[in-house]
C-alpha cells in the first residue's frame, strides 16, 4: 500500500510495508524540484535515517532497475554528435 500527499514544496510518497513475513517500518520519499529524500525509522535505534538522492541520481536509479549487471554512463540525445 501507499499513499501520495501534495504539500507546498513537495510531493510525499509513503510506502507501507503489508507483507505477511519481515514487515518493515514505512518508506516516506519527498520529492523536491530539486532532491528526492528517502526517510526509514532504523528499528535498532528507533531514529530515522534519510537518504538525499539529486535528480540526476535518481534517472540513474530508475533506469538501473531495468539493467543487466554491469557499469553505465547515460547519454541525452541532445550530448549525441550531430552529422
Partial sequence: MFTIE?????????????GDISLREDVIINAFDDCVTVTQVDTRTDMPVTVTLSLSQLRDLSMALDLP?????LRRDDDAEQT
Fill in 6 to 18: 501534495h504539500e507546498f514544496d513537495a510531493t510525499v510518497v509513503t510506502l507501507v510495508d503489508e
Fill in 69 to 73: 549487471e554491469g557499469s553505465y554512463r
